[in-house]
């Protein structure tokens, strides 16, 4: 995992928009947004008792495997324009990639885009209520598993969508009005 703020160019979304010079952004910078992340070996992710601790503490008792590569998944392009437009959920996110890489952007506190590198073993969940996005990279491929808190809800809600309150919620802990 490897976090940075992006540029503002239009090119490609699949490039890594990395600012001139590198602006990172530490794991402490995303944990004060919500964003929780975990590096685990997805070679054993069937048998995983790290990950099955996590899933027990947290409570994410359900799991599907989502697997994008370029032209099998059913209305590729169209999903993936989806996924691009910045949204929010009610739920947290949580994602852990078993293969293939990809990007999670999100909104920081003043909003600016930070672009968050997800690569093989990486877990991350993203807070109900921060903007987002996902993009694959230039790899064009990734296979990751989607968890979730009981009975999974997958609705996006794109921006603007600040009436919600758990949108207030977040941008109340997180957003200093200084
Ligand atoms: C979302 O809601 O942003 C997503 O589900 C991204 C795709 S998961 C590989
Ligand atoms: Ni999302």
């Known amino acids: 995992m490897e976090a940075w703020y992006m540029d503002q160019s239009e090119e490609d979304q699949r ?10 952004v530490s794991l402490e910078e995303l944990q004060k947004l919500g964003v929780f992340y975990w590096k685990l070996n997805a070679d054993i992710y069937e048998t995983d008792p790290e990950l099955q601790k ?19 998944l059913p209305n590729y392009e ?29 909104r920081d506190e003043d909003d600016r885009w930070i672009r968050i590198s997800m690569d093989k073993g ?16 230039e790899t064009n ?14 609705k996006a ?4 969508a600040d009436h919600f309150e758990i949108r207030q919620n977040w941008a109340l802990v997180h957003c200093n009005s200084s």
């Open 54 to 72: 996590i899933r027990e503490e947290h409570g994410y008792s359900y799991m599907d495997i989502i697997t994008i590569p370029r032209d099998t």
């Open 15 to 24: 490039l890594p928009h990395k600012l001139e010079p590198n602006e990172p």
């Open 141 to 154: 491929y990734t296979k990751a598993m989607r968890l979730f808190v009981g009975e999974p809800v997958w």
């Open 122 to 137: 990486d877990l991350i969940t993203l807070p109900a209520g921060i903007y987002h996005r996902f993009t694959l990279d």
């Open 157 to 160: 809600y794109n921006r603007p």
């Open 78 to 106: 169209e999903k993936l324009k989806m996924f691009y437009e910045e949204h929010l959920h009610l739920d947290d996110e949580i994602r852990y990639i078993l293969d293939g890489r990809a990007y999670f952007d999100i």
